[in-house]
């Protein structure tokens, strides 16, 4: 098993031509090339998604005096952080294998084309269409929000004896009294009986907000805040054919979130793959493997894994994948798509490099 990166950022760029929502790259074969067409057949990588939900808790300034001034118990007393694996993304996706490239030969005066990857993998041949890459959608990072206290609201909320007041006390008791003011403002708003009451009702709702929100920040500095924001994070690994029995892939810090293998401040995530079924070769009607067709277009029969995650004595996600590296690599012969009469078309699939459709050309 090979760990590629933290942080993995996937993405291709190249001068290409746009088929079926992803770049690709057209070849046909001519004269020119002497009727061969060069492609890579894929290694098939894991992208683990790791999305992860922080919380940060921080005892606001009057903690000590929430049940005395306002009845309130639960109040935040120490400062603390969390984090939770909130979610987990197994994607598999092919890379070209460099030590596993191919030369399809084509029959001399035709013109069947390939489309590719801008990194050479192939997607289809004498068609333009390619088979849908069912990639799920990943989550996206949620920066943190500004606590109450760190408002507007806040600093409406605190009043001129409040700031002045040197004691401690005496500004929580100052602030409790101004809760229960804003309170009483509130009620004789709703209750129509507070003189200079706002003339229209959009404009009462915008006061009774800012009213609730004064009142929010207030009781925040006794009962404290918390903040809560999420991280998304990409590792990319590149099984073998052998399995794999719990791999530390990365760890978890309750602090600093996500960490790389290495950094022994973390709990261990692991990653376990699991052999399901290895490809094999199509065989004939005695039973015997198929031979290669000569000049042959290449493509791979993968195997099947199970593919698990596990954090903190449990498994946190599993599905089972192709795997092209537990597979076996054939081909079909080339006259399939260079027939005057009736040509082929194929699709395959560039996470594995298997056949996803084989017919007739449109």
Partial sequence: MKLISTLAAIAATAMLMPAAAQTTQKLTATKANEYGLIYSLPVTELDI???????RRTPGE??????????????????????TVKSVTITPRGVADPDNRWLVQFKSGSTPYMLLTPEGLPLAVNTESVADSNRPALPEPVAPQPTILETDAA?????????????????AELAAQRIFELRDTRSDLLSGQADNAPADGQAMQLVLDNLSRQEAALTAMFTGTEQKWTSVETISVRPDSLGLADEVIARISPIDGILTPD???????????????????????????????????????PGRARVSVNYDGHTIASTEVSLAQIGVTFGLDPSLFTDKKAPSKLQLDPTTGAVVLLGPAD
């Fill in 49 to 55: 998604t790791i999305e992860t939900e922080h919380s």
């Fill in 62 to 83: 009057f903690y000590n005096y929430s049940r005395r001034h306002l009845g309130l118990g639960g109040a935040i007393t120490e400062p603390s952080t969390t984090v």
């Fill in 155 to 171: 600093r409406q909320a605190m009043t001129q004896d409040m700031i002045r007041s040197s004691s401690t006390s005496k500004r």
């Fill in 263 to 301: 950094n022994l401040a973390g709990a261990p995530v692991t990653l376990s793959i699991d052999i399901i079924e290895q490809g094999s070769l199509p065989v004939n009607d005695k039973g015997e493997a198929k031979r290669f067709p000569k000049g042959g277009l290449a493509y791979t029969i």
